[in-house]
């Protein structure tokens, strides 16, 4: 067994215990410097006693994931899976590449794009050399990724975690720790034709998945610019109001204006005028509405949104998908580096609470109008001035994309799955190769190498000799489907015997035929 | 767009410089707190400069990743699809369940686990909470997870990245955030049977992959403490001189023997008895000839070690395997969990330097023998105390698994498809909904969304008016198979042209018959 290696030299300081570090910790305001050197030196002590274990002489190691964060099981991964797989079809449907990023990147390319938000960020210990994060999301990656390679039109999706240092809920799947799945158009094209793609997609993986009735936000971040403008917000103030705004999907309009007027310095006047536009939703009846409100229309900005608001339902419309999709004014977005378009999908459901509901109320997920909203499950739009950014001569690529909220979705089909009748399997073993005598573990190892080999996919229980009843408990708990049951008499006779589980139905069958039969019985279900 | 946010608020020291900057971080040798609040203001200062740009008013950002990390490309991102298609259908072939867990860790989980490379370990800054660090492998998250839910059998694997500040050597591979791909058996059971089919999982996969030939070593802890026993070894060296063994596989026996006996403090008489055993490689013959060695067989865990061993290559002939497999004393492995068998596989053959081979000289893999190792491409072993370092009462969970060293895989599987001259696709799309006159951009998007509700893979150019050749080069740069034509007269007859890119034949389909007719089309290639 390795040992544990012990680091830190000051031993004896390793009896101060809890007490002493805290106190130790208290002294934080008297010098920044000292303390950050008393800091490392208690979390040396620490960790040493840690090692050390506690009185009983035990280690006393914490058991557990990282704040925020979470293990997946067999069974999660397998439902993870699936998700995967239907979403990945769809982003391949629509005929995407892949690409990758490393999971932390310099510190300064994260730098100044998330605005309020940036103070989530993980940074990486400066251990000489680089100043490293780990990447907020996926899309100024993307961004970096096409500047440094001078890619000018691409359409990628990206599968990948990041990392936001937020108040974890994760009863409501939000992690510290979570998978983004987005899929990006980059390039020069006429308007609203990929924005209307990704809208399409967002349509597409919700229907599929299945997830119970949704509907789509849209919005345009010129239009919510234009609607500041001409209520008399200041310049200055766009980007911290536009935060304020996109907080009505979880405050009232009360707390909304209070923190406008209040917190934020606008007039209360100004908060009003808001107010009335915020409350509007419709299709392209209300862009078309809006393009001759005296006020609004006072704004190019405005206009100019609009009209591409015009020209999306329109494509939209061809989609077949504008039952689904509102234009609604409120809809802001937190992030920095929006320019045009923004959408947001939301299910209209219920999220059950973690303990589990009572047997006759059938389905954690109901499909019903007028549920509780469990929140954003996807959202995006279009960030022209993100790639200039990075670009040493400010080029810009013009992008439109869209992030798959799949954690939320995780939480939801593992409800489901939880309250199904439906098992889930973990694994997609065919067959277990079994004895029912003892003394043929040589025999059964053979055969099930001769599966393998013959791209079947097979197990055995790593026992010399296990009993027959243990062999198919086995398969009763795992779901494998059918037993190749070897006896003395079976290898005498050149045979198998290959049980069913689930009928207990057994036939011989020739050694050189199993293979085939295995498939045939396989492909079936 | 969004603005850049200055935090930083000593902007006049922003005309400091680089110079400036080199010079104070020279003072940090006069006190070790102060350079560090230097430091820390340096890289804000920098970090400004860079959001405010150089002389010329233009931004300077770096645009790179962070040092031995890299993006993958679309094209890189198809191979290592491939790549890991053919892992994950070995994995679950063999039966395993795949779980994950969170990129980062307690810090303290990972303390003490790996020896001598634990300096490698990438650290999260101190944010105020847990003190966290990236994984280094995926064993030790592993054990952790076994231990945390008290899983006392499992088989399954992991596939993720690892993060190791090590050296990056990327011609050859080698990353500082990295794939690993693990398969692990977990559970009490009978010798060597798990054992045995991991080397068969490692057989299989690097035969599939078709990479050359390849061998694989497998030594046994307990055979090299054994060893270093009767050779005169202190117990406290044990692990430190199996350390430096290990270094055998990149330097000579000469250089070894001298760490050994000039670093580590060894006799020059114990070192030389070391170098006799680690010469001598074989097969279970070798293992039965030791076994009767005067002085290992002094050793019970030699014994122990050696009888298992042949136990493992009767296995090995049952699954045919041993014309690969090689019982080498001199395979060591760094990491200090290890507890029983260990193997390492490795390719024989010549990779290709960073410059491109002359053109008559075809592959840059040579599967002959005799050419330079490229190193291991896949290694594991036993390590029966790890999960019991975790367990509150020390309970142990007896774990024996695998990893595939997939970056040296990738990068020789890009140079095979760098030489080849087959194209590799990044996307699947079967088919491009083109026009051949203008204004129809409503009727591509209409038959186009027809296709991807039938599940076809389709693409239309983004543009209002497209030239048809234009549309044409699209198909023959990115591989699509059939392009679906709509012309005035197609539409008035209710037909699509369908058109095969490679043999430029055409032939009218009715709109009815379209679906079908591109699947079966694309279901033969």
Known sequence: MAT?????????????????????????????????????EVAKLLELKAQLGGDDGKQTFVLKTAKGTRDYNPKQMAIREKVFNTIVSCFKRHGAETIDTPVFELKETLTGKYGEDSKLIYDLKDQGGEL??????????????????????????????????????????????????????????????????????????LSELDLGDFHIKVNDRRILDGMFAVCGVPDEKFR???????????????????????????????????????????????????????????????????????QLFSYLQLFQITDKVVFDLSLARGLDYYTGVIYEAVLCQTLQAPTPAPAEQNGAVSGEEGGVSVGSVAGGGRYDGLVGMFDPKGRKVPCVGVSIG?????????????????????????????????NLLEERLRLTAEL???????????????????????????????????????????????????????????RAELVEEIKKRTSES
Chains 1, 2 share one sequence.
């Open 452 to 510: 393998w080999n013959a791209g079947i996919k097979a197990e055995l229980l790593y026992k010399k000799n296990p009993k027959l009843l243990t062999q198919l408990q086995h398969c009763e708990e795992t779901g494998i489907p059918l037993v190749a049951i070897l006896g003395e008499q079976e290898l005498k006779d050149g045979v198998v015997k290959v049980r069913n589980v689930a009928t207990r139905e057994e036939v011989d069958v020739s």
């Open 240 to 310: 911290t109001i536009c935060s304020t705004v996109d907080k009505l999907d979880k405050m009232l309009w009360e707390d909304v204006k209070n923190e406008m007027v209040k917190e934020k310095g606008l007039t209360e006047e100004a908060a009003d005028q808001i107010g009335e536009y915020v409350s509007m939703q419709g299709g392209m009846d209300l862009a078309e509405r809006l393009l001759h409100d005296p006020k609004l229309s006072q704004s190019k900005q405005a206009c100019a949104g609009l009209t591409d608001m015009k």
């Open 4 to 40: 544990l290696g012990l680091t830190c030299v000051h031993l004896c300081a390793g009896l101060m215990g809890r007490r002493a570090a805290s106190s130790l910790r208290s002294l934080r305001c008297v010098s920044g410097m000292t303390v950050s050197q008393i800091d490392e």
């Open 132 to 205: 490293l994060s780990l990447r907020y999301d996926l899309t100024v990656p993307f961004a970096r990724y096409l500047a440094m390679n001078k890619i000018t039109n691409i359409k990628r999706y990206h599968i990948a975690k990041v990392y936001r240092r937020d108040n974890p809920a994760m009863t409501r799947g939000r992690y510290r720790e979570f998978y983004q799945c987005d899929f990006d158009i980059a390039g020069q094209y006429d308007p609203m034709i990929p924005d209307a793609e990704c809208l399409k997609i967002v349509y597409e993986i």
């Open 406 to 438: 799949i954690e939320r979705i995780f939480s939801i089909m593992e409800q489901k799955a939880e309250l199904s009748a439906e098992k889930v399997r973990t694994t997609e073993t065919q067959v277990l190769v079994a004895s029912a005598q003892k």
